[in-house]
């Protein structure tokens, strides 16, 4: 029988068996709507304060400081334009790197009204907290850096740009998505942090922002008055009840799955990098996620290394900006400063709760023989 292997944990993840258990309830017998003043809203609404308790104590935060919302794309969304809608005008950076959602948010906000800088990254991947002090306007009023990104997996220096922003009375957001649960956050110094349930094992369709107290920030969506009035909408109390658990399971073994996964995306790395010619690691070597490993090859396509390793049964994602129609370089890699051809010829493997060794060392035959082959015929060599 052909085995499928997962090694796309950072585009999503499956939902752990524990998650599906505590969510059943309130699919059913618990259905009830929170803000129903009835015993089944009762119920329901136990269940939501109970969550935001424990998401609000993964990230040590208040209960109130968490608004949950749908997504780590709508959480972006409201950490941008909540802000930016508040104080009316003013100067905004992000990062040159952040996900799409960011970087679309700010670019739609330099179109209306408001001026958008975009921070460079060394070439390997990281935001220099000096650029961004040299980069502050007097009317500078957000900064937003992710915490780790999502192609490369480098870890960006949060707490020292939280500083700087603290000192210059400019907010601070984080997109956490690739990080919750991962490794430990410091939110001393951010003002609004995106965090997701579907990248830690929960179900897609929860995600929360939070917003330090004190913070102001306009809704975006206008109604019932839900999550302090914030994301009017019925919360989607499933979900958050498996987000809740599924951050729970994640804080609890974080230490134990850093230890397990670091050794096989290091054993991933040094084996590729070494037994393959022109073949180098994307992104920093030391300050970058456990559980990434972003590859490029010369004389080769991203897609095509894809499409062949899926005839064999594993899963990777490309770099590259392989969604879009005009297949650009994906924008982190050229941020880097790679060229064109090296951003296509990279692909990303990242790692699981499930991975096994097993199942590394079976992409560490195929993949050298992958490459080899498409080579082979590559026009480029
Ligand atoms: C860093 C980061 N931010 C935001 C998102 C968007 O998440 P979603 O599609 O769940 O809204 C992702 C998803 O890959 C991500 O990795």
């Known amino acids: 029988m052909k085995k499928y292997i997962y090694f796309d944990y950072a585009a999503t993840t499956p939902v752990d068996e524990r998650v599906i258990r505590s969510m059943t309830p309130f699919l059913n017998e618990k259905f009830g709507n929170p803000s129903s003043m009835h015993f089944f809203g009762s119920d329901a609404k136990k269940a939501l304060e109970k969550s935001r308790v424990i998401i609000a104590k993964s990230i040590n935060a208040n209960p109130d400081e968490i608004i949950f919302t749908s997504s780590a794309t709508e959480s972006n969304n409201m950490a941008l334009k909540g802000i930016a809608f508040n ?31 975009f921070l460079p990254v060394d070439k390997n991947g990281i935001v220099s907290p000096k650029e961004v002090e040299k980069r502050i306007k007097k009317n500078t009023i957000l900064v937003s ?25 400019i907010y601070f957001h984080s997109d956490a998505a690739q990080s919750f649960g991962k490794i430990p956050i410091d939110i001393s110094n951010v003002d609004l942090l995106t965090i997701s349930s579907q990248k830690i094992y929960g179900p897609k369709g929860a995600a929360a922002l939070f917003i330090k107290n004190g913070v102001k920030i306009e809704p975006l969506l206008h109604g019932g008055g839900q999550e302090k009035g914030l994301r009017s909408s019925t919360e989607n109390v499933p979900a958050i009840v498996g987000f809740a658990k599924a951050a729970e399971i994640a804080i609890s073994t974080m230490e134990k799955e850093k230890e397990r996964l670091t050794k096989l995306r290091d054993k991933i790395i040094e084996t590729l990098t070494k037994e393959i010619p022109n073949c180098y690691l994307n992104g920093h070597p030391v300050k970058r996620i456990y559980n990434n490993v972003n590859v490029r090859f010369s004389f080769v396509e991203g897609e095509a290394i894809l499409f062949m390793l899926n005839s064999y049964g594993i899963a990777v994602s490309t770099a590259s900006a392989c969604s879009s129609p005009k297949l ?16 296509h010829g990279s692909i990303r493997i990242s790692l699981g709760r499930w991975t096994k060794e097993s199942e590394v060392n079976y992409l560490l035959k195929v993949l050298p023989e992958v490459v080899k082959k498409l080579r082979e015929i590559s026009p480029y060599k």
């Open 87 to 117: 104080k009316r005008k003013g100067h905004i950076l992000v990062s040159s790197i952040e996900h799409d959602c960011v970087l679309n948010a700010a670019k739609w906000l330099s179109k209306n009204g408001f001026e958008v800088d």
């Open 145 to 169: 850096v992710m915490h780790v990104n999502n192609e490369i997996g480098t870890i960006q220096p949060i707490e020292a740009i939280g500083k700087i922003c603290k000192k210059n009375n």
């Open 328 to 343: 650009e370089p994906s924008h982190v890699l050229s941020a880097m400063g790679l060229k064109q051809e090296e951003a």
